[in-house]
Structures are given as C-alpha cells and as structure tokens.
C-alpha cells in the first residue's frame, strides 16, 4: 500500500485531546515533510498543519497553540497532536504526504 495511512480518530469531548498518526510506507516523510488538511460536513478541505522537511512549521490560525505536527522519521511515521478540541474541530483529517493523500480519519468533538 503506497498511500500513507492515518489513525487515531474518535470521538471526544470539547476539551479532550487525541493525536493522529500518519504511517508513510514510501519512507519519504523525512524528505519531502507531511501535511494535514480536514474536511468538515458541508465545507470545504482546508490545510490544517504542515511540516517542511527541514522542520518548519505551519498552522492555520484556527488552530494555533492548540494543535502541534510533528514526525518520528525512524518510524516513518507523522503525528498531529490536536489538544483542547472545540466541536468545530469535527471533520475528517487526512495526511498528504509526496503527493499522495491518505483515506481519512474521522474526529468528532462532541459531547
């Protein structure tokens, strides 16, 4: 399976934490760097964090001091740490990594 896999989504309250995790199968992550975007009902996909090879970070005002990305390259692995979730946090996250976009998780931040 080329397309990287994501993980880690549920349901949570408004509040609560969850991390997401990106499995990368091309071992790429570690050159060309990871993005996040999330698609909530009825809207459009939006880039919710990214990260450059060389470590350079970026979010989306809506999120900032909130959410943190980051990569474990040993594991090939990305991470979206998302704290402090508000219900318009809800959507599907997916990881683009190369190119190559993953299937999707579903957050649903409810109580």
């Known amino acids: 399976q080329v397309q990287p896999v994501e993980s880690g989504g549920g349901l949570v309250q408004p509040g609560g934490s969850l991390r997401l995790s990106c499995v990368d199968s091309r071992s790429i992550v570690r050159v060309v760097g990871i993005a996040w975007y999330r698609q909530a009902p009825g809207k459009q996909r939006e880039l919710v964090a990214s990260?450059?090879?060389?470590?350079?970070?970026s979010y989306t005002e809506s999120v900032k001091g909130r959410f943190t990305i980051s990569t474990d390259n040993a594991k090939n692995t990305g991470y979206l740490q998302m704290n402090s979730l508000k219900p318009e946090d809800t959507a599907v996250y997916y990881c683009v990594v190369g190119g190559l976009w993953g299937k999707g998780t579903l957050v649903t931040v409810s109580s």
């Open positions: 990260m450059s090879s060389a470590g350079d970070t």
